[in-house]
């Protein structure tokens, strides 16, 4: 059956200016990340998304690595582009990203420009598309000029193969300094992806919202249900085939007796804003105006459409806040500091 996108689909939705650029975002955007590999039917991909386009989530972001097997989540977003999304184009924000590891050898990770330029190359053959609208360099290279990276990130564009560029999980230093070049060159900079959520706050502690307000940067959050431990699923134990079951990309080890009772105290401050913790979570990363969008998985077409409704409240009293510090931030369950464990 072929798909039809509901007439309403911007209505609803909150799109938001990234940072000083023309590019507007949509408050939610979705993440297609090991949610979205060979182990998951591809008509639950196609519901996935088209439901979240419906409701009038524009951008979709990938990785080359996501999947498993890397490289797979961009084939079966590619497939989608072709026949679901056929004719839509132009009404999609598409991103991607280079870093991780994907071939063998020496130049199939990391941050060098044989890399980065290679690696867009064959997203662009997997996803099926002449150009990205975003593509981030995913992680800092130690080993590499950041010069270098960033020279790699400003060709893709004067080459056509991106209409601008962004960084991930970048510090505030390094955050500066990549602004520094990329401004210097022109290169159209204008998104930071790094990770935050209530139980994950190492943005603030680097100061890195500031600096990208002040250079004028949008950020779009990932991970805001910190993998899944701010959402329903982990009240009252660790259900069987959960990701903490598989230590895929949440440890087991984080959902301690103690934080399973911190997260159930926020889950009670939820109930009483009329919300689910999920998105309670999500409008919680959302207050901050430097967070252009809040980047959601899902495994299942009802909870893009729940975390969605979290929009229908983002407002938060200082009573709610000072409360929610209590159990996120006095009781120490800020376990992460822009850990390699989430991505």
């Known amino acids: 059956m072929s798909y039809t996108p509901g007439f309403s689909r911007y209505e609803n939705m909150r799109y938001n200016r990234c940072g000083k650029s023309g590019l507007l975002l949509p408050a939610i955007s979705l993440g297609l990340w090991h949610n979205f590999g060979d182990d998951v039917p591809h ?30 989540a961009e084939l079966a977003f590619g497939r989608i582009l072709k026949n679901e999304f056929s004719g839509l184009r132009d009404e999609l924000i598409i991103s991607s990203k280079a870093g991780y ?18 690696s867009c190359d064959q997203t662009l053959r997997r996803l099926g ?5 975003i593509f981030y360099s995913h992680r800092f290279d130690p080993n590499t000029p950041l010069e270098e990276t960033m020279l790699a990130l400003d060709q893709l564009v004067r080459s056509g193969k991106a209409l601008y560029v962004g960084i991930s999980s970048y510090n505030r230093q390094r955050t500066k300094e990549a602004y520094t070049i990329l401004k210097s060159l022109g290169t159209p900079f204008i998104i930071h992806q790094p990770s935050y ?8 502690s680097d100061g890195l919202l500031e600096t990208l307000d002040e250079l004028g940067l949008g950020s779009i959050v990932f ?11 982990y009240l009252k134990d660790i259900p069987a085939g959960s990701r903490a079951t598989k230590n895929r990309s949440l440890s087991s080890r984080f959902l301690s007796e103690e ?34 969008s809040a980047l959601i998985g899902a495994s299942n077409p009802q909870q893009v459409v ?7 409240k983002v407002d938060f009293s200082p009573e709610e806040l000072t409360e929610i510090d209590r159990y996120a931030v006095d009781g120490q369950i800020n376990i992460w500091a822009q850990s390699a464990e989430l991505r």
């Open 129 to 133: 598309v002449d150009y990205v609208d």
């Open 197 to 204: 959520s209530m139980l994950n706050r190492w943005v603030e």
């Open 101 to 118: 590891l994907m071939w063998p050898g020496p130049y199939g990770e990391w941050g060098s420009r044989k890399y980065v330029i290679a």
């Open 259 to 292: 934080n399973l009772l911190r997260i159930r105290s926020l889950h009670e401050i939820a109930a009483r804003r009329g919300q689910t913790l999920a998105q309670m979570a999500i409008a919680w990363v959302l207050r901050k105006p430097e967070v252009t």
């Open 306 to 312: 729940d975390c969605v409704g979290a929009l229908d």
């Open 43 to 72: 008509q639950t991909k196609v519901d996935i998304c088209t439901t979240a386009f419906d409701l009038g989530i524009t951008h979709f972001d990938l990785a080359n690595n996501y999947g498993p097997p890397p490289g797979s």
């Open 223 to 233: 991970s805001p249900l910190a993998q899944g431990m701010l959402t329903d699923k």
